[in-house]
């Protein structure tokens, strides 16, 4: 259901700010140090051990686990497994430099970590180092060798490095323009249950105009995507579920997923619900005061960007109420606000909000 021109993009470009826009002014975020980790430490080896023990207390200075939390002696543990070749911790420290975090923000510090934790064998740091050639990042911008280490990852099967091959090829930046190898990229992605891959080929068999379109299949991709927490497919699938009732799992599942996504932050999810309740649509009873509700949430979460047509909407539907109705839908969506705060491109079951994936130097959307 195209609820707006706007709401959807050509799949290239909106990959494209996925997957390669490195945002400068995001907030620094709290991450699982250890979460994802290349390899396992040997207990029977001393500096294995020692390594192993200075990671555990970095990342309880970073999350605050058993004492109080503190970047900065964060940093200073990393540092020391870093110095002494640790590549897990030489590529938190590439990150934390990347994103300011117990450090001052510097990119060419974080990728001369990455560059070490690379060569160090991190597959997490070489897709880290890859994203920042491609965007130049703290040093000259090199397409082809950032093609050479996504390669590099992409034999090793590494779905992210996939992806990025992916977008790549859709666009035909360093490589030939070829959708159909940009989907070959995202299918294998998506066969290791990537949720970027997922959602990538849910895109293609749904909306890409060039492609055959199967909105049961495209649909079982996206919600594959989006239980793995995957903010932009719980959108794109409650759109998708709106014009095609017929695929939906159970009759409010396209509601359930627009609602996840304007939890997460996705203003176009907010917007999507107050039309639907304004104009009365796909179950939704007609209610002027819902609608002056979720506009308002839609015009906070989307800042300047909804000041054309959303913002118009909103005034409308205004002007259909009374100034006490206005008054409590305005002071409910503050409150909601208060309650959702967070602008995510990744919600995990554990009640983990993410801008981009742990440990990883990644492009949040703005916007869908």
Request: proline share 6%; hydrophobic share 45%; with cysteine.
């Amino acid at each position: 259901m195209q609820l707006r021109p706007s709401t959807f993009q050509v799949l290239a470009p909106a990959l494209l700010v996925l997957f390669l826009s490195v945002f400068t002014n995001l907030p620094a975020q709290t991450i699982a140090p250890s979460a994802l980790l290349d390899k396992q430490y040997n207990p029977a080896n001393p500096l294995a051990r020692a390594i192993a023990d200075e990671l555990r207390l970095a990342g309880d200075y970073l999350v605050g686990r058993g004492v109080a939390k503190d970047p900065a002696q964060a940093v200073y543990w990393y540092r020391k497994a870093a110095d002494q070749g640790d590549p897990n911790a030489q590529n938190q420290l590439g990150y934390f430099y990347c994103w300011g975090i117990g450090v001052e923000r510097d990119e060419a510090q974080a990728a001369k970590w990455f560059m070490r934790a690379a060569a160090s064998g991190s597959q997490s740091a070489k897709l880290n180092l890859a994203v920042m050639v491609l965007k130049g990042s703290g040093g000259p911008r090199d397409v082809r060798f950032a093609l050479d280490l996504l390669h590099q990852l992409a034999e090793k099967n590494n779905p992210r490095a996939e992806c990025y091959l992916g977008v790549l090829s859709m666009i035909g930046e360093g490589v030939p323009l070829d959708p159909q190898q940009a989907e070959k990229w995202f299918a294998r992605a998506a066969k290791a249950k990537n949720p970027e891959g997922e959602y990538a080929m849910g895109r293609i068999w749904s909306f890409d105009p060039g492609h055959e379109h199967n909105f049961a299949r495209a649909g079982d991709f996206l919600r594959r995507s989006a239980r793995a927490g995957y903010v932009p497919a719980m959108h794109v699938l409650g759109l998708l579920l709106l014009d095609h009732p017929n695929i939906a799992k159970h009759p409010d599942e396209a509601l359930a997923s627009l609602r996840h996504a304007s939890e997460a932050g996705t203003w176009q999810a907010s917007d999507a619900l107050a039309i639907l309740a304004r104009d009365g649509r796909s179950g939704v009873p007609q209610d002027i005061s819902q609608a002056f509700f979720w506009f308002n949430v839609a015009v906070a979460q989307g800042g300047p960007e909804t000041l054309g047509p959303v913002r118009a909407d909103l005034l409308r539907a205004r002007d259909l109420l009374t100034a006490d109705q206005q008054t409590r839908q305005i002071d409910a969506a503050q409150v909601w606000l208060q309650l959702h705060p967070h602008q995510d491109l990744f919600v995990f079951d554990s009640g983990v909000h993410a801008l981009f994936p742990i440990q990883e130097v990644y492009a949040a959307p703005n916007g869908e």
